[in-house]
């Protein structure tokens, strides 16, 4: 039979440690659940793969230090002429670097004409024919740009549009297929004449996110600034297809011409190393959390129990074995666990419901989540109290014959 | 009497060596902890140009759409105006000073050294934006008010552009390639020392991109300088025409409009003329929503902007939970030595000393504590912030285009380093406080009967 009632009579009578002890615990866990939350939903992003061949592609961006300008036939020769070079799988003209966080113009896209119709925020992204092969998009339905798709000029506006997965189902639901359906780019209508696999995208590129992308074919030849999109057969030739492509352009454009260079590897990787330092960060304070809230207890229960040592002699003296005392601290320990648990767990709900809100889409944390922290802040309590409880286990009785 | 006090309470501390070390451990992470992420808000919410905060403005105004308020901000209005409104606020010529501007970018060339070129970020301003702004000049001064209105192709560059592209010569006069186009160039503008926090830069984070180039606001008629910065467009159906000529009269919002006021009747001449400047535009069936505009110090942008409530305020927050913990921690520690200590101050008491003398002693020990926490703390904190500036370090870009990143946010200041110091001492105190008034209280009467 448990020794409840001399468990609470003892901890009554040092109410005000008892206290301190609770809020403690009680901070420690909403404090532990809601670290624990953000560091899942940052592995979650850690862990994610783009799915593209991240190590095969590069993007080049091209501006002319000269006042010219580069024509879609122009640009579209290069993506030839680049194509014809060894170690080239495909390459295409692009707007967006993937990948890379850039906060680009957000637009929108209507089901219906109108203003009053609701509008889906997308990112749009002008590319050129082979763009989906280059960039590794599996097309789930439809078919792909060809040359006549074309808007090629700054007075005109492209016609057909392929969009991912995701966008096809906020424009018409999951029932409906949007493949030959039109839709609004302000005032424009275009027809999907596509639909691609999901993929993180150009803007807000986070693995875990999908990205409501709608490609255009379309070339703008008064921009000062030009993309091309390039994929090496293998990661092992990219750099030679680099070096070779900068050779043709500086070559054609008689070095009068600021190339930018972007390995979509070293993006995805730096976009993944921030999120990483966080995760860091916040396993490091959490464990610097566990150090101090054990330390807590086990120093706290120390001072407890060399208050009562003659107690223990006492109860030793009186017939109860090492085990009893054993018993005891580890249950006193563990109601104020309880104690702090009780308080904290509400505490730590409410606080992850508010940030589950504002960090929407992320989902609040699971019960799964909820309760093994409870039982790791238990079991780290008991943990904290054995010292304690191995040094009054072995309180000699004869100390209390001799302090009578 | 006072260094007395202190003897005793070192005695006390050195008495009880691992306790207290523990309890100064304890309090250094809880502090450490806590002003790491305290000192990353800090810094990326601080506002140089504070005091002008009395005067200086940037104006909003509710040019959304009826079907929904905007989103963007915290007030719910956007941060830029229509090159409509702009002018037109431009042009009443109210504020002592004002500009209008937005940020830009592209290729920098000299011209007489094509191989010296630079990818920027640049801003194209009126002149008053370098008073506005604090911005001084190495070489050269701001162009002329005319070149406000009037199309005068003249660039301003920022002392590192200016090193990178003339290696630091005074490069007025010089002619230089932007977008294709040639400008001369009329001023450079001093770095300034300390951080670069540009609170001008409201359209990407005060820390971050500072502006490479400056150019005057009356090329944007050309149309050879387009928005880097957002460009939000308001449902509006009418028909703009096309190109530039619908950049000037549409209803697209891309330009940020600040304002200097000499004095509040200033201001609120201003403000009168904004309010009824959109009840007129009411009548042209502009403005659907309510008649609402605000004018924003710098430091209210960052709160509309919602600068000072990213990751770091949330795990400030917790950060400022794991002190308590830690206080609380200290509390109850501090409560249990002072209590293995009541014996001896027992004796002080019967041999003359006051309950007062006894709760300074303790509560001393509880600064010592702090002192030597706070110190530790602060070690702590400069190690994780150095820790953090690498882990977010990006590399560097090639063209020349500014970071992305901010490592400004990882270096603490004079405010910060006291301010752990400080924090420390309060929270020890804090924690002192009870366990040195429940032992000073104990009747010496009870230790002496003790054998």
Known sequence: MLPIGPVFRALIRRKFSLGLLVVQISLSLAIYVNLSWILVNLNEIFKAHSNLPETQLVSISLRPTTPTQINYTEATAHIQAIAQLPGVQNAAIVRWIPLRRWAGPGTELRSQPGIDTPAIPIVDCSVSPGWRQTLGLKLITGRDFTAEDMATTSDQFSKTLIITQTLAQALFGKDETALGKTVFFGDNPLEIIGITEDWPGFVLPYPDRVEKTAFLPLYTDVDSEHRYLIRAVTAEQRASVVLAVKNLLNDHFHRKIMLDIALIDVLAREMKSVEYTRNQQLIITMVLLSFVVMFAICAQTIFWTNQRRKHFAIRRALGATQADIWQLILLETGIACSLGILLGTPLAIVINQYLAQANAPWEPASPLLLGGIILAVLASGLISALIPALRASQTPPGLASRSV | ?451
């Not at chain 2, 702009?86 to 009443?92: H, L, P, R, T, V």
């Open chain 2, 1 to 451: 009497m006072f260094s007395y006090q202190c003897r005793l309470a070192w005695r006390s501390i050195k008495s009880t060596p691992v306790l207290s070390a523990l309890m100064v451990v304890a309090l250094a992470v809880g502090i450490g902890v806590f002003m790491t992420n305290y000192t990353i808000l800090h810094i990326s919410t601080l506002n140089p140009l504070s005091y002008k905060n009395d005067r200086l403005f940037m104006l909003q105004t509710d040019a959304w759409h009826l079907r929904e308020e905007y989103k963007g901000t915290r007030n719910t209005m956007p941060n830029q105006l229509s090159y409509r409104d702009a002018q037109a606020f431009f042009d009443s010529k109210i504020p002592q000073r004002q500009t209008i501007m937005f940020r830009t970018g592209g290729t920098l060339v000299a011209t007489d050294a094509p191989d010296h070129y630079q990818f920027v970020w640049a801003r194209v301003v009126t002149r008053d934006f370098f008073t506005l702004f604090d911005e001084t000049f190495l070489y050269g001064g701001p162009w002329e008010p005319s070149a406000d209105t009037q199309q005068q192709p003249q660039v301003i560059l920022a002392e590192e552009t200016n090193q990178r592209l003339f290696n630091g010569a005074n490069s007025l006069g010089k002619t230089m390639l932007f977008e294709g186009h040639t400008y001369t160039v009329v001023g450079v503008t001093r770095k300034s020392p300390g951080r670069q926090i540009k609170m001008q830069n409201v359209e990407l984070g005060t820390l971050k991109n500072p502006d490479q180039a400056y150019f005057p606001f009356g090329i944007v008629p050309t149309g050879h300088i387009g928005t880097w910065g957002p460009n939000l467009c308001p449902d509006d159906t009418r028909d703009y025409g096309q190109g530039i000529q619908k950049i000037l009269t549409g209803s697209c919002l891309w330009l940020t409009y600040w304002a200097e006021f000499s004095n509040p009747l200033q201001k609120q001449q201003f403000e009168t003329f904004v309010h009824d400047y959109i009840e007129q535009q009411k009548t042209l069936g502009f403005y659907p929503r309510p008649n609402r505009f605000a004018l924003s110090n710098a430091s209210d942008m960052q709160a509309v902007n919602g600068y000072s409530q990213g990751p770091f305020y949330l795990y400030s927050l917790f950060g400022f939970g794991f002190l308590g913990i830690c206080t609380l921690n200290c509390i109850a520690l501090l409560l249990a030595k002072f209590a293995r200590q009541a014996p001896e101050q027992g004796i002080r008491r019967a041999l003359g000393a006051s309950q007062g003398s006894i709760f300074a002693q303790f509560l001393l020990e509880s600064v010592f504590i702090g002192g030597l926490a706070g110190v530790i703390g602060l070690a702590g904190t400069l190690t994780a912030l150095e820790l953090l500036r690498a882990g977010y370090q990006l590399e560097p870009q090639q063209n020349g285009l500014a970071p992305t990143n901010f490592p400004e946010v990882f270096t603490p200041d004079l405010h910060v380093v006291m301010l752990t110091l400080a924090l420390a001492i309060v929270a020890s105190v804090c924690a002192g406080l009870y366990p040195a008034w429940r032992t000073c209280r104990t009747p010496p009467a009870l230790y002496l009967k003790q054998p």
